[in-house]
Antibody, heavy 114, light 108 residues
Framework: EVQLVESGGGLVQPGGSLRLSCAASGFTFSSYWMHWVRQAPGKGLVWVSRINSDGSSTSYADSVKGRFTISRDNAKNTLYLQMNSLRAEDTAVYYC???????WGQGTLVTVSS | EIVLTQSPGPLSLSPGERATLSCRASQSVSSSYLAWYQQKPGQAPRLLIYGASSRATGIPDRFSGSGSGTDFTLTISRLEPEDFAVYYCQQYGSSLITFGPGTKVDIK
């Protein structure tokens, strides 16, 4: 059974940093591109970032470029999102999703507030 | 960036009725890389349709997708009680992936 489990969310002050993790199981993680998608409270879905299967290529939404870094450890079957210089508008549930978005995790809530 | 617009606004229908949801793109979507998702409160999105018209694994055949270029449609032939939710379209054919704002289908 495919499973994606996010962790690392929490409350952080503006300007702070947080690293999210997404633990994958039930499939060959190293064969899939992976994504992060976020959803602010009561709002729609926003794609954040993606990484190719071996980690050599990444893309970012303009709103996070230069502040967020996506990475992966295929030996640990884990996807990461390093978030720096956090702003109030980064407050959201962050989901990881597999390849063609066919599987999603349950999400982890990031709250940026003083 | 490809901007997706969804219509109508909230859609109020009764179980058994047909729902037709529209998604329009600001420019042509490459190779019909257009997907539809269903999301219920407190849950992650669920992939319904990919490639504009292919149903994802386990999706009932009352869900169908159509369209190409800039105009796409999700049709639910007969609404079941579990179908009342928010539906998002998404394009994944460009380097910057975008979602539409969503259409809420609620019970009339």
């Amino acid at each position: 059974e495919v499973q994606l489990v996010e962790s690392g969310g929490g409350l952080v002050q503006p300007g702070g940093s947080l690293r999210l993790s997404c633990a994958a199981s039930g499939f060959t993680f190293s064969s899939y591109w992976m994504h992060w998608v976020r959803q602010a409270p009561g709002k729609g879905l926003v794609w954040v970032s993606r990484i190719n299967s071996d980690g050599s290529s990444t893309s970012y939404a303009d709103s996070v470029k230069g502040r967020f870094t996506i990475s992966r450890d295929n030996a640990k079957n884990t996807l990461y999102l390093q978030m720096n210089s956090l702003r109030a508008e980064d407050t959201a549930v962050y989901y990881c999703a597999r390849g063609q978005f066919d599987y999603w995790g349950q999400g982890t809530l990031v709250t940026v507030s003083s | 960036e490809i901007v997706l617009t969804q219509s109508p606004g909230p859609l109020s229908l009764s179980p058994g009725e047909r729902a037709t949801l529209s998604c329009r793109a600001s420019q042509s979507v490459s190779s019909s890389y257009l997907a539809w998702y269903q999301q219920k409160p407190g849950q992650a999105p669920r992939l319904l349709i990919y490639g504009a018209s292919s149903r994802a694994t386990g999706i009932p055949d009352r869900f169908s997708g159509s369209g190409s270029g800039t105009d796409f449609t999700l049709t639910i032939s007969r609404l079941e009680p579990e179908d009342f939710a928010v539906y998002y379209c998404q394009q994944y054919g460009s380097s910057l992936i975008t979602f539409g704002p969503g259409t809420k289908v609620d019970i009339k």
